[in-house]
């Protein structure tokens, strides 16, 4: 079965430091998307991405937090300088579209651990 | 705005047993419901889904949901759980046209042999 692919699994980051997060999404998918959570917390929603350009974020995607698709397979998330309170498990997503209902496919997820 | 509970933060229960994890949730419209495990070290994945139709919900691994307008319910259920069911459960809500899913905070749950 197709999945969501993620790199890294585990990633350790002092500070200050920029990080890159990436997501293979499933091939014919269209909506790419971006969540986090926060140990202990709820996953909570970040960016969703169609046609090149973000359709939707929510309040914590803040300037510091960008994504890009940078060629045809790729899905990014930058964070450009980590603070303590990003350290969190970051998952990738993807959709078929956008429409009402339709199953939101979750990678494996990406632990960031900023000290 | 949307918003999903789950009041049990860790349930126990002895495999062979049945199993009841709740979720109520919040929306004003016709919402899509879903349940999500995610085993220890793996990603979420989708148990079921409702989004019009039929009330009750077939999922995978024999799991099962009820959806409940007036009781704004959605609880997912298993009449006899095995050891492999340890994982944690999250229940999400969608909204018309949203691609967003609100979560709720999770249940654990875990399986006495």
């Known amino acids: 079965e197709p999945e969501v692919t993620q790199t890294p699994s585990h990633q350790v980051t002092q500070m200050g430091q920029e990080v890159i997060l990436r997501c293979v999404p499933i091939s014919n998918h269209l909506y790419f998307y971006w969540y986090r959570q926060i140990l202990g917390q709820k996953v909570e929603f970040l960016v969703s991405?169609?046609?090149?350009?973000?359709?939707?974020k929510s309040e914590i995607f803040d300037d510091q937090f960008s994504v890009e698709r940078p060629d045809g397979s790729n899905f990014t998330l930058k964070i450009r300088s980590t603070k303590l309170e990003d350290s969190a498990m970051y998952f990738c997503?993807?959709?078929?579209?956008?429409?009402?209902?339709?199953?939101?496919?979750f990678g494996e997820g990406s632990w960031l651990t900023v000290v | 705005a949307q918003s999903v509970t789950q009041p049990d933060i860790h349930i126990t229960v002895s495999e062979g047993a049945s199993l009841e994890l709740r979720c109520n949730y919040s929306?004003?419209?016709?919402?899509?419901l879903f349940w999500y495990v995610q085993s220890p070290g793996q990603g979420l994945q989708l148990l079921l889904k409702y989004f019009s139709g039929d009330t009750l919900v077939q999922g995978i691994k024999g799991f099962e949901a009820e959806f409940k307008r007036s009781q704004s319910s959605f609880n997912l259920r298993k009449p006899s759980v095995h050891w492999s069911d340890a994982a944690e459960y999250f229940c999400?809500?969608?909204?018309?046209?949203?691609?967003?899913?609100?979560f709720g905070q999770g249940t654990r749950l875990t399986i006495n042999p």
């Open positions: 997503a993807s959709s078929v579209d956008g429409a009402s209902g339709n199953t939101i496919y």
């Open positions: 991405f169609y046609n090149n350009e973000i359709s939707e």
């Open positions: 999400a809500v969608g909204g018309q046209g949203a691609q967003k899913l609100v």
């Open positions: 929306y004003g419209a016709t919402p899509y």
